[in-house]
């Protein structure tokens, strides 16, 4: 989930919907978290890193449904779509493509990128690796799903239509057999979003603006042999961004004969989750996450739900447990 800050400058305070109450909600006028966030995040680790490409030493396709603040009209949809693997067997180049759409209220935006990794061996066990991200991502808003004191306010009344931006990234990823840490800012190009209405022919000075700041991941986790049927991985992630909170999630996953995970999760002041994940086969790998929110806004929707889905082009595990 993407949350967009609009600042609105006027002499007058409309009367705006439910959505975009929310989105002043989350983003509390200024700068908040803006880069998506997903419980899931230890499956879904290309998005946030592009030095995680071929990390997996084989052809490795992912996707992630997330809807949040189930019942809350306007609440963000978020889809996201990647592919990556090493460019050989056992190459030192890792290449892929990532595909995030987000959809908030009246805003709907893609961002695409291809994700290139180079990978130096440290030791029998473990590397190191340097991403680089490069694409760019389209931003639509529609003001007509806004409800709107003034329909006429010239500050609404132009949409933002396929607004393209460039962008770029970067990442380290270290990672032996039982455990990995990396660290990442996906997005390094600051944009400043904005409706043209306010130009030399308008009389009005009003300005709607939505700004995206720098996010900067530091990820890790560690598996834990338990028995010989039961594998235990915590795993957390940092994010941070200027004008926010350092924001925090961490989770415990438990597997069960590398075919069952059982999981639980938490988001620092924000929510609760529930994790379960099935290896349904050696290729494909199912995961469903639940997320209960712990703010006040909990009282306004039924909670978030996650799915992801793996698929993977190998004849055989890798290694074994291939738990991250």
């Known amino acids: 989930m993407k ?3 609009f600042t609105y400058v006027s002499d007058f305070k409309p009367c705006l919907s439910l959505t975009l109450f929310v989105i002043f909600f989350c983003g509390q006028i200024t700068h908040a978290q803006q880069d998506p966030q997903f419980t899931q995040y230890m499956y879904n ?13 084989v052809l490795s396709a992912t996707a992630l449904y997330r809807t949040q603040w189930v019942g809350l009209d306007g609440a963000p949809e978020t889809t996201t779509v990647s592919i990556h693997s090493p460019i050989s067997f056992m190459s030192k180049i890792g290449l892929g493509l990532n595909i995030i759409h987000d959809e908030l209220g009246p805003t709907k935006e893609t961002y695409f990128d291809i994700d290139f990794s180079y990978k130096i061996q440290i030791t029998a066990f473990s590397d190191l690796a340097f991403g680089l991200k ?22 609404f009344q132009e949409n933002i239509d396929n607004e393209f931006n460039p962008n770029f990234g970067v990442g380290v990823f270290y990672s032996s ?11 390094l190009v600051e944009t400043d979003h904005f409706d043209r209405s306010s130009n ?34 915590p795993a957390t992630i940092f994010k941070a961004v200027e004008g926010a909170p350092l924001q925090w999630d961490a989770s415990a996953n438990f597997m069960f004969r590398e075919s069952l995970v059982l999981g639980v999760a938490y988001r ?8 379960v994940g099935f290896q349904i086969s050696d290729n494909l790998f199912l995961g ?11 009282e306004f929707n039924s909670g978030s739900h996650e799915i992801f889905l793996r698929f993977e082009l190998s004849k055989a595990r890798v290694r074994s447990p291939r738990f991250f």
């Open 177 to 187: 057999d039982k455990w990995y840490v990396g660290l990442s800012a996906p997005n």
């Open 3 to 5: 949350n967009y800050i």
């Open 288 to 298: 469903y996450a639940y997320d209960s929110d712990t703010t006040n806004l909990g």
């Open 200 to 233: 030399s022919n308008q009389t009005s000075s009003r300005t709607l603006l939505a700004r995206e700041r720098i996010h900067y991941f530091l990820m890790g986790g560690y598996v834990f042999d338990l028995t010989p049927s039961w594998q235990f991985k």
């Open 268 to 275: 620092w002041s924000a929510a609760v989750s529930g994790l």
């Open 45 to 57: 680790t290309l998005s946030y890193n592009p030095a995680y490409a071929g990390q997996r030493d």
């Open 134 to 155: 490069v694409g760019g991502n389209l931003l639509d808003v529609d003001f007509s799903q806004l409800n709107l004191e003034n329909p006429n306010d010239p500050a």
